[in-house]
């Protein structure tokens, strides 16, 4: 109707997500790897930058995965995050409802707890994971099968893990075994499941993304460094400009 006031939005163009660029690098290779190794760092620069925005708003994210990271028409050197469908304010330390997508889903987002910025930067660890080698790391199906995986690859969570849990409940597939004394995984029928030997969360020569891995796949939350001590950190500078092959992850198996 005349005076009725119109308003248009307008969103740059996005080529693709960073998962196509993985999936089409890890093609050209033969199905092996994942970006080329001149890519990694620019795209952990931007991916960072823009966590580190978030973490001086005070948002969550609550969804970062490959597919929600996006490659501008208007800026193809630089990835932005998107989908913040999920994204939630953090003022706050009481965000409990079930969030993240499984695979990229931080431990304490699975327990009955509060949590906040800190989920984003586990996220980004296994996306960074993903990138260098192609792979999901946590490719699960259940939360039990995600906490025995978490188990499997980081070690039992110390026991002031647990103390995390909101009120008094019990975390679920974790308890305290006093003959051990440690945190073991309850969720047994996954122990039944052969599986192969996991790669250690490390590359060769501390390249790339091993120093990262270490510093925000952490149990408790507050040991992971901050998006805006990362945008900082001199190791995401480190590449070699003439390479174009992956750097590939340890295959050895833990001792």
């Known amino acids: 109707a005349r005076g ?8 740059p163009l996005m080529k693709h997500s960073l998962m196509d660029e993985i999936l089409a690098d890890r093609k050209a290779r033969g199905g ?9 760092e620019p795209a952990l620069q931007s991916i960072v930058a823009g966590m580190a925005f978030l973490e001086e708003q005070h948002v969550v994210h609550l969804d970062l995965k490959p597919e929600n990271i996006l490659r501008s028409s208007g800026a193809p050197d630089r990835l932005v995050l998107a989908d913040f469908g999920c994204a939630t304010p ?15 889903r931080a431990p304490e987002v699975c327990l009955p707890s509060d ?3 800190e989920v984003d930067l586990w996220s980004l660890g296994c996306i960074a994971y993903e990138m260098e080698c192609g792979r999901v790391l946590f490719k699960v199906r259940t939360s039990s ?10 070690g039992p969570p110390p026991l ?13 597939h974790l308890a305290y075994n006093p003959v051990t004394q440690r945190v073991e995984c309850t969720a047994g029928h996954w122990l039944r499941v052969p599986r192969s030997p996991r790669p250690r969360l490390t590359a060769p020569n501390d390249y790339y993304t091993s120093p990262l891995l270490h510093a925000v796949l952490r149990w408790i939350p507050q040991d992971r460094v901050t998006a805006r001590e990362l945008i900082k950190w001199p190791r995401l500078s480190r590449h070699d400009p003439t ?5 590939k992850i340890s295959m050895q198996e833990k001792g």
């Open 243 to 247: 390479s174009s092959a992956p750097a």
């Open 115 to 117: 949590y906040g910025p």
């Open 4 to 11: 009725d006031t119109a308003y248009i939005l307008c969103y």
């Open 32 to 40: 092996w790897g994942g970006l080329r190794t001149d890519a990694i």
């Open 90 to 104: 953090c003022i706050a330390d009481d965000i409990k409802f079930e969030a993240q997508t499984p695979w990229y």
């Open 145 to 154: 099968h995600l906490t025995y995986m978490h188990c499997r690859d980081l």
């Open 160 to 172: 002031a893990f647990l103390d995390l849990t909101a009120g008094n409940a019990p975390p679920p």
